[in-house]
């Protein structure tokens, strides 16, 4: 019982946050109202789901879970917390099957894909800005960029995956940056 009241609970909580801290009120309402967690232990669990890797609400869920009934109770919570997320999901795998084939979803589309495009440019262009624009001296900051250039070769001609590219910036951040204090 146990069990199911956490899954539903997280159910609850997934479908009516938005994820990331707007589920932390949800997330301690549920746990003191039904005795599983005090004040104090929901305050320790957002400060340990906030320092570590992964989505909030996921790692709320895990070790609220965990917390009030062991890693069945860290599983209910997490497929409770995920419900909402596969069922929109699914709901819309179902309705893009079942009109792939309409000129009206073939036209959205067509609109959709450029507009994402577009998005995705505009997050790279401020990332840029942010990365290799110096705004104390006003110009561009040349070690980042170079750093960002030989990141870019390695990826696209030489095709090394993403993990060992950021392994290799990480060591020549430390050194260019830490060692060498560019």
């Known amino acids: 019982m146990l069990l199911l009241e956490l899954f539903w609970s997280f159910v609850k909580i ?27 232990e929901v305050s320790d669990i957002v400060a340990i789901a906030e320092m570590t890797p992964g989505p909030l609400g996921l790692n709320c869920a895990t070790f609220a879970g965990m917390r009030a009934a062991g890693l069945l109770g860290a599983i209910a919570a ?21 009109f792939r084939k309409n000129k009206r979803l073939t036209q959205i589309m067509t609109g959709v894909r450029p507009a994402c495009v577009g998005l995705v440019a505009g997050v790279v262009i401020d990332l840029a800005l942010v990365n290799y624009y110096d705004s104390g001296s006003g110009s561009l900051h040349v070690p980042s960029v170079m750093l960002g250039l030989v990141d870019l070769i390695l990826l696209l ?13 990480a060591f020549a951040g430390v050194i260019i940056f830490g060692f060498m204090g560019l």
């Open 14 to 40: 997934g479908f009516t946050s938005f994820g990331g801290l707007s589920m932390i009120p949800l997330i301690s309402g549920e746990m003191i109202s039904h005795g599983w967690m005090t004040a104090s």
């Open 78 to 98: 997490n497929l409770g917390a995920l419900s909402p997320t596969f069922t929109l999901c699914f709901a819309a795998a179902v309705f893009f099957e079942h």
């Open 157 to 169: 001609k030489f095709k090394i995956s993403i993990p060992k590219v950021l392994l290799f910036s």
